[in-house]
C-alpha cells in the first residue's frame, strides 16, 4: 500500500514539515520503496515533482525539504506497487486538465475487476488502477456537466457518485484537487487535522523534528492537513470513516 | 522572444552540458527572466521543471545542472513574457495527454489575431497564446485521428497542415514531442546539430564550459539538439529556413 499526505490552506504555505516526515516513510520508517511524487498548486498553475527513486534517496525529495514552496493545495504520494511497474509512468500524482483547470490526483488502494469504458479523451500513460481511475473520474464529471465548470456542491454531489462506484471495486483512498478545492476519499484509512490559531508546536512521528507553528504563522492562517496515517505523535488527528468523502476549502471541512 | 531547447537521442543522456549554457541565458546573459521549464520523457512517463524565477537564480535549474537525468527526449525553454503574465501556468513546456501519452510543448515567438475556437477536450489553463496553440494543436489532431494513434508519416502531414495555419497568426518556432519523436517548426529562428561518432569537445558559448562527448559517448550514440540559438562556438550548427519543419527520431532527422 501506498502513502498519501495531502494540504489545503487558506494562505499559501510550505509543506516542508509535513514533507519531511512523510518522506522518510519512503524508504526509511517504512517500506514504501516504488517512487514517490507531489504536486504543488500556484494559482491555477501547478508544479509537480515525481521520481521512481525512494523518497529517502531522491535528490529531488531533497530539494523539496530544503527549498519552501508555498502553496493553498498540495497533494504527495509515496509509492508500494501493486499494480503496474515501477516506472516514472507509474508515480503519482497525476496530472489532467478539464475546464481549463489542471486536476491532481493521488490513490492509496488496490481496486479489482475494475475496467471501465473510457470512451472520452482521457487515457491512462501508465499502467495503474489509480491512473485508470482518475481518467475515469474526469470522463464521467466531463460526461455530466459538458464544457462548463459546474457549482461546487454539484460538483461533490457526482463525485460521490462516481467515487462510490469506483470504490465498489476495492480500497480507494485519495485526493484529487483543481487547485480550489481538495477532495477526499477514505475507505480504509485516511486522517486530517486542522491547525489554525491558537496555533501550538508539533513534533513528528518519523523523524526527530519539531515545529513551534505559532512562530511561522498569523492569526488568520488555517492549514489542513490529510495523511493515510498521522505524522504527528502530539496532536489529535481525526480519523476518517470508511466510505467517507470529505471537501477542504480554505483549510476548512465543507459542511 | 523566448528560448527554446530541445534534444533528441537514440540513447538516453543527460542535457547537463546544454542546459548549463542554456540556463546562463535565463538572466546572466541574456534578459530571460520572466521563467523557465524543462520536461524530460522517462519511457512514456514525463517529469516536468517549471519555475517563475529566471533559470539564473532558481534552486531548481540548480538541481537539474547537478543531477543528470537521462532522457531521450528533452524540451526546455526560457521564457521572456510577451502575452499572458509572469505566472506559473503561463510557464512552458506545457503537457496534456492525448491518445495514452504524454505530449510536451514549447513556443518561441508571438501570434497576433489568433483565436481559434476550442470545441474539444482541451482547454488553456493560463493566458499565453502558447498554450492555446498547443491546445488547438491537440483537438485538431484528434478531430483527424479520433481515438487512435496514427503512423508517424500521417501525424506529420496533420502537423503541417496545422502548423501551418497557426504560423499564418505571426512568429511560430516551436518543440513538440509525445516521447517517441521530436516535432520541430520554424518561423524566425531555429537551429540543429547532429552529434555522433566520432565525437569531439564542443565549448559553450555562454558559459566557461567544454566537454569531450567522446569521453561520456559509445560510438553507438546519437544526440540532436535544436535551439533558437546555437549554443556552442566550436561547431557547425545548421540553421532552419523559414517555415521549415523538421522531425526528428533516435537522434537523426526524419527524411
Redesign the interface.
Known amino acids: 500500500m501506498c502513502q498519501l499526505l495531502g494540504m489545503n490552506c487558506n494562505t499559501p504555505t510550505d509543506i516542508v514539515f509535513s514533507f519531511t516526515g512523510f518522506a522518510t516513510r519512503g524508504g526509511l520508517t517504512d517500506h514504501h520503496r516504488d517512487g514517490w511524487g507531489i504536486a504543488f498548486f500556484?494559482?491555477?498553475?501547478?508544479?509537480?515533482?515525481?521520481?521512481?527513486q525512494a523518497a529517502v534517496d531522491s535528490?529531488?525529495a531533497e530539494?523539496i525539504k530544503?527549498?519552501p514552496i508555498k502553496s493553498q493545495h498540495v497533494i504527495a504520494h509515496i509509492r508500494k506497487a501493486t499494480q503496474g511497474r515501477v516506472?516514472?509512468?507509474?508515480?503519482h500524482p497525476f496530472?489532467?486538465?478539464?475546464?481549463?483547470?489542471?486536476w491532481v490526483f493521488a490513490h492509496n488502494g488496490d481496486l479489482k475487476n475494475f475496467t471501465p469504458e473510457l470512451?472520452?479523451?482521457?487515457?491512462?500513460?501508465?499502467t495503474t488502477d489509480s491512473e485508470l481511475a482518475f481518467c475515469y473520474i474526469l470522463q464521467e464529471m466531463?460526461k455530466r456537466f459538458g464544457?462548463t465548470l459546474p457549482l461546487l456542491a454539484e460538483l461533490r454531489a457526482a463525485l460521490r457518485e462516481i467515487v462510490d462506484h469506483i470504490a465498489g471495486h476495492g480500497t480507494f483512498n485519495m485526493l484529487l484537487s483543481d487547485g480550489s478545492a481538495l477532495y477526499t476519499h477514505c475507505s480504509t484509512h485516511l486522517y486530517y487535522i486542522v491547525r489554525q490559531h491558537p496555533f501550538a508546536t508539533a513534533k513528528l512521528s518519523d523523524d526527530d523534528l519539531s515545529v513551534d507553528f505559532s512562530e511561522v504563522t498569523t492569526s488568520n492562517d488555517r492549514v489542513a492537513v490529510i495523511v493515510t496515517q498521522p505524522l504527528t505523535d502530539n496532536e489529535v488527528w481525526t480519523q476518517y470513516q470508511s466510505g467517507e468523502m470529505k471537501v477542504f476549502v480554505d483549510g476548512a471541512v465543507v459542511e
Open positions: 500556484e494559482g491555477s498553475g501547478v508544479r509537480t515533482f515525481v521520481d521512481h535528490p529531488v530539494l530544503r527549498y516506472t516514472l509512468a507509474n508515480c496530472v489532467r486538465e478539464l475546464w481549463g483547470r489542471y470512451d472520452g479523451p482521457y487515457r491512462p500513460v501508465g466531463r464544457h
